[in-house]
């Protein structure tokens, strides 16, 4: 610094003093600093700059350079570029930390490109998980074929991951959706990496042997948690071959023989998977079966269940044209009511819905689409619990309320209910397709927010803790002092669209029929549903954490801008001019009547 100082004396031989080249050699060297070394200081309440202790730990898990490429640039509209502009921040705060080995770009790919050229590009993303957005018009603006790609792709080790950035949820402005969507950044970004180094080292079960939704109806929500999970199907019908097949080796190794033997044997193969989906059994359940989830749990064992009380089909009602609903006799109500909830025997109705498709008389033409009570739009009940926080509507069809218990030891989380205009159908439910021409009184619809999905965390006693005989000679345990659980009264909450004809198979959430009948495509929010109960129960990197972060978004007032748009260019453009003036006007008069003297 020194030698610096002495040189610049030399060439203005003396004429600057040292503090002042000192500081203009500090500023320079800060300038310089600041080009290579990436830092801010985060001054904000919320701390929306600092990134989380989860995202830094999966950060240190990253060996090779994940490069993203984010398609969110050119000529976009301002919402756009505060979500662009985020982005860019949030990559560079994940760089802080990683290092070399998080790099990114920003592209605009449509740019100088055909009509042609363009929807190949956009059929491409479409086809590898990236959404695509049109802006919205407003109302001095003309129409426009602009389309943005608000996501990009993540290329690691050879793979390559999709990443998309703008959270749409219906009936939002798409202010609010940019808003809520520079919320949930660092957890999209921390997710990709996520999918990027996922080892599979935590193990899932989808259950079945009791008549459970097949592999084709949950392709799609295992498909997508097979990115994250070792997952796989687990019979847990003892009179099932195939359920004795599971654990038959370990029978013959351990030379004992008996059925407490094999019960042993099931619950330790069983406790080996971090989690369970009970996803829509249609079958009664034994005892020595209940016994063995029950000690699944008490082993620390988490479980996702989907579990209706009633059986209601769309298939029969279209077929009959009206049916009457019949309790399905699982025979787990009394497990459930000892956990907290009980799934009750009803329907719940609803008229904020989702609809089906009618033939219209004579056959012809495209089908309508009418609004079905009976396929209720449920949404969060606690909108900053990680887990629905930001969610749009889940799809439910068929689904029952949920009651919870008075259970001290257990905290009960409500996580979707009913909308305000809704109310309950006991058992036996006629469920007749005649009510489609009939306008819903709202005046009747006098139940609302009925809970249909609710999370369960705290104690856990054993529903056994005062049985005998089932116990001798197992391994048995009476309560699990930290366990959660979450109970869904809907199992098509988790099942995907299925085409008869060629096995094709829709994502979770899309409905095909309704996006035929509109033109566009109608996606629920179904599938983040169901990835955040499994990551909010089974993630060791913790990352749902993040989704809790609220980042206040200081922006102007819309209103005030409007009605107040002269005075504040003129305070703006004028005032600051008019101020100079002044200042030069009376400083020029004070100065003649100085010397004038």
Not at 7 to 17: Q, Y
Not at 408 to 437: C, D, F, M, Q, W
Request: proline content about 4%.
């Amino acid at each position: 610094m020194k030698l610096v100082i002495n040189w610049i004396n030399k060439l203005t031989k003396g004429k600057i003093s040292a503090p002042f080249l000192l500081f203009i050699t500090c500023v320079l060297v800060a300038n310089l600093l600041a080009d290579v070394v990436y830092y801010r200081f985060d001054l904000t309440k919320e701390k929306r700059y600092t990134l989380a202790e989860s995202s830094k730990k999966l950060l240190a898990k990253v060996d090779d350079v994940a490069f993203f490429t984010i398609y969110l640039d050119g000529e976009i509209p301002a919402d756009y570029k505060r979500l662009k502009e985020a982005t860019r921040d949030m990559l560079n705060e994940f760089r802080v930390i990683a290092g070399s080995n998080i790099e990114f770009e920003f592209e605009d790919i449509l740019k100088a490109k055909d009509i042609k050229e363009k929807d190949e590009i956009l059929k491409q993303f479409v086809s590898k998980g990236i959404e695509i957005s049109r802006p919205e018009l407003k109302a001095d603006e003309a129409p426009s074929d602009r389309y943005i790609i608000p996501g990009g792709m993540v290329f690691y080790k050879g793979q390559e991951y999709p990443i998309n950035l703008l959270k749409k949820k219906f009936g939002n402005s798409i202010e609010t959706d940019i808003n809520e969507s520079i919320e949930l950044l660092e957890y999209e970004i921390g997710n990709v990496i996520r999918k990027c180094v996922a080892g599979k080292e935590v193990k899932i079960a989808m259950i079945s042997g009791h008549g459970e939704l097949n592999d084709l109806e949950v392709a799609d929500i295992a498909n997508e948690l097979g990115t994250y999970y070792n997952v796989s199907r687990f019979n847990l019908n003892i009179n099932d071959t195939n359920c004795l097949k599971q654990v038959g080796r370990s029978v013959l190794d351990s030379g004992v023989r008996g059925p407490q033997v094999l019960i042993t044997k099931l619950i330790e193969k069983l406790t080996t998977y971090k989690g369970i989906i009970i996803a829509k059994p249609r079958t009664h359940f034994q005892d020595i079966e209940k016994f063995i989830i029950d000690q699944y749990v008490m082993n620390g064992g988490k479980v996702i269940w989907l579990v209706e009380s009633l059986n209601a089909e769309m298939d029969s009602v279209g077929r009959y044209g009206t049916i009457f609903t019949y309790d399905y006799d699982l025979n787990l109500n009394d497990l459930l009511f000892r956990y907290g909830v009980r799934v009750n025997l009803d329907l719940v109705q609803d008229i904020q819905c989702h609809g089906i498709p009618v033939m219209l008389k004579g056959g012809g033409g495209k089908p309508d689409f009418k609004p079905w009570i009976f396929y209720p739009l449920v949404n969060a009940a606690d909108s900053m619990h990680p887990i629905v926080k930001n969610i749009s509507s889940v799809w439910t069809q068929f689904t029952s309320s949920i009651d919870t218990t008075t259970n001290p030891a257990i905290k009960k989380t409500i996580l979707l209910h009913s909308s305000p205009y809704s109310r309950t159908a006991g058992n036996p439910v006629n469920v007749a397709l005649e009510i489609l021409g009939i306008q819903p009184n709202p005046a009747v619809f006098n139940k609302p927010y009925q809970p249909v999905a609710v999370l369960l965390e705290g104690t856990f006693r054993s529903f056994y803790e005062h049985v005998s005989g089932i116990k001798q000679n197992i391994p048995y345990k009476s309560k699990v002092d930290k366990n959660s659980m979450i109970v869904i009264s809907d199992g098509d909450i988790i099942r995907n669209q299925v085409k008869k004809e060629t096995g094709e198979i829709y994502p979770l959430g899309f409905d095909r029929f309704a996006s035929q009948a509109f033109g566009e495509p109608v996606t629920f929010a179904n599938k983040k549903f169901i990835l955040n109960c499994v990551d909010y129960l089974c993630d060791e990197t913790n990352l749902i954490e993040v989704r809790t972060k609220d980042v206040e978004l200081r922006l102007l007032d819309k209103a005030r801008i409007k009605n107040e748009k002269l005075y504040w260019q003129f305070l703006n453009m004028v005032a600051p001019i008019a101020a100079i003036l002044a200042f030069g006007f009376v400083n020029a008069w004070w100065r003649r009547r100085k010397y004038a003297m």
